[in-house]
């Protein structure tokens, strides 16, 4: 599976968007890009995935470089409910999900 | 649907000692997978199962085993507690390969002393 890096903390002023990178140059062709956001003392949470298109839902947006080597998460207006570990992930087959340390994302009022 | 459920949602074990943890699904979901997390650190893959009566070693399988005898169901046991198991344990499932969303539990807080 490949391995993912992110910047291990960001800050953010609340009500203002937010971009946390991602960097996946080993990505396979057929390796979704996940990413989940676990809040203190709670199990990870879903946020969003894409495999070659962007894509947005109710929570992000997610960005997805053309060569697939790099993607961004968009909040476009962060709360202080978003402060939390945020996980990129690029899984294959069987969804095994090898999630790495996060960004930890701290949100200022 | 209640989702992802575990039990306990704490437990001190002692050294040697055995346990299960017990984790359930209620949405008909074939893939089921046990991560434990240590503090300040992200999530390891234990074991994993594709369908009842499948399953295979994650990431750090050793000191714990897994049966899938059921769709439902998927308990984690630990046969000879170690210090180095102390950890936050959780259960997730998702539908098939081709759906990626992992639905998590609420965890369950072991300490071996």
């Known amino acids: 599976d490949a391995k993912t890096t992110q910047p291990n903390s960001m800050e953010s002023n609340e009500e203002e968007p937010v971009h946390l990178p991602c960097n996946h140059s080993?990505?396979?062709?057929?390796?979704?890009i996940h990413w989940y956001r676990q809040l203190p003392s709670q199990g990870p949470e879903y946020v969003i995935h894409?495999?070659?298109s962007n894509v947005n839902n109710r929570m992000a947006s997610l960005a997805i470089a053309e060569d697939r080597k790099s993607s961004t998460l968009i909040l476009h207006r962060a709360t202080l409910r978003d402060a939390a570990v945020y996980y990129c992930?690029?899984?294959?087959?069987?969804?095994?999900?090898?999630f790495g340390t996060g960004t930890l994302l701290a949100v200022q009022p | 649907n209640a989702g992802v459920t575990q039990t306990p949602k704490f437990r001190i074990l002692k050294i040697g000692q055995s346990m299960t943890l017990q984790c359930t699904q209620d949405?008909?979901?074939?893939?089921m997978y046990w991560y434990r997390q240590d503090p300040g650190m992200g999530l390891k893959l234990i074991y994993y199962?594709?369908?009842?009566?499948?399953?295979d070693k994650g990431e750090v399988p050793n000191g714990y085993n897994v049966s899938r005898s059921t769709t439902e169901d998927f308990p984690l046991r630990l046969e000879l507690a170690a210090p180095s198991q102390t950890s936050v344990y959780f259960c997730?499932?998702?539908?098939?390969?081709?759906?990626?969303?992992?639905?998590f539990g609420p965890g369950t807080r072991l300490t071996v002393l």
């Open positions: 894409g495999l070659t």
């Open positions: 949405m008909n979901h074939n893939y």
């Open positions: 199962s594709v369908g009842a009566g499948i399953t």
């Open positions: 992930i690029v899984g294959g087959a069987t969804n095994k999900l090898i």
């Open positions: 997730a499932s998702t539908l098939s390969s081709g759906a990626p969303t992992q639905y």
């Open positions: 080993t990505i396979s062709g057929t390796d979704y």
